[in-house]
């Protein structure tokens, strides 16, 4: 396969370059999703545009008034290992160790888990159950997207041609905040799951006042369990209403079956799992 890697020196000449070569043309930076794509010729690029020297894509800065910003060429193990994460955003921090491999963190960087779009991603479902939005650059300026609305469908997003995912923005974790994520991984800790639960919680006292319950591997994309986060809110979160929880978010998803299982293995898995998550993240 032949193709010619383009240099940028900043995010507007990148931006330019990805614009003028057109829909041959992909961006690059860690390349642990791309180079796979390459190599099963899934894709065939003329033109490769190297993001990774572009520092003002990378960083991890904190903000009172702000939020949490994250470049986009943050790796895996930036994240993992980020005492920042660690102390305010501690689910973040720990689904990134999850993923993969050390080899793998320490390569794949946020900006490029997003934006391949992939279902079976870890990181996109933390995001989402923590209402992040992404900060796109392009010829036309920059927009701010809601991660859920980025996440389209099956390997689709909502970037446009020649724009670039330049950062992600995460507002501040309301310390009543309890968390959880489970994943399934039947073959290795290492492979995709075959089911993926994260949930964020937002308590006033005994109550739940806002609710995330994010699903991935089991759909086309990265989704939220609308119908069951409505259950939970308003209510004191008995045994029976996590259960009846768990049951709702399981008739929301429309499971693929794959070689890690069947739809209907999968959402039997999303009952179960949605129902422990909350038990977990609740401490009951």
């Not at 003028?20 to 043309?25: D, K, S, V």
């Not at 939020?67 to 290992?81: D, K, P, Q, V």
């Amino acid at each position: 396969m032949k193709f010619d890697l383009l240099e940028p020196n900043s995010v507007a000449e990148a931006c330019s370059m990805l614009a003028q070569h057109g829909e041959e043309t992909k961006a690059i930076a860690g390349g642990t999703a791309l180079l796979q794509f390459l190599k099963q010729g899934l894709l065939h690029p003329t033109h490769l545009v190297n993001l990774s020297r572009l520092r003002e894509l990378d960083g991890i800065v904190y903000d009172v008034d702000k939020g949490l910003r994250i470049g986009a060429l943050s790796t895996h193990a930036a994240l993992e290992s980020s005492p920042l994460l660690r102390r305010r955003f501690l689910l973040l921090a720990e689904v990134a160790h999850r993923v993969a491999s050390p080899r793998i963190r320490n390569m794949a960087t946020l900006g490029g888990s997003l934006c391949h779009g992939d279902p079976n991603q870890d990181t996109p479902a933390a995001l989402m159950a923590l209402d992040a939005q992404v900060r796109l650059v392009g010829p036309q300026g920059e927009r701010q997207v809601a991660l859920e609305d980025f996440l389209v469908d099956y390997y689709e997003t909502a970037l446009a041609e020649g724009e670039i995912l330049a950062q992600v923005l995460v507002p501040d974790v309301s310390p009543d905040t309890r968390w959880c994520h489970i994943k399934y991984t039947p073959r290795s800790t290492q492979d995709f799951a075959t089911v993926g639960v994260v949930v964020a919680l937002r308590m006033n006292e005994r109550r739940v006042e806002g609710a995330r319950i994010v699903l991935n591997a089991v759909a086309h994309r990265v989704m939220r369990a609308r119908r069951a986060e409505a259950l939970l809110l308003g209510q004191s979160p008995e045994d029976d209403l996590l259960a009846a929880a768990g049951r709702e978010a399981a008739t929301e998803v429309e499971p693929l079956s794959d070689i890690r299982g069947s739809a209907g293995y999968k959402r039997e898995m999303v009952a179960v799992f949605v129902q422990r998550s909350l038990r977990q993240a609740l401490g009951v």
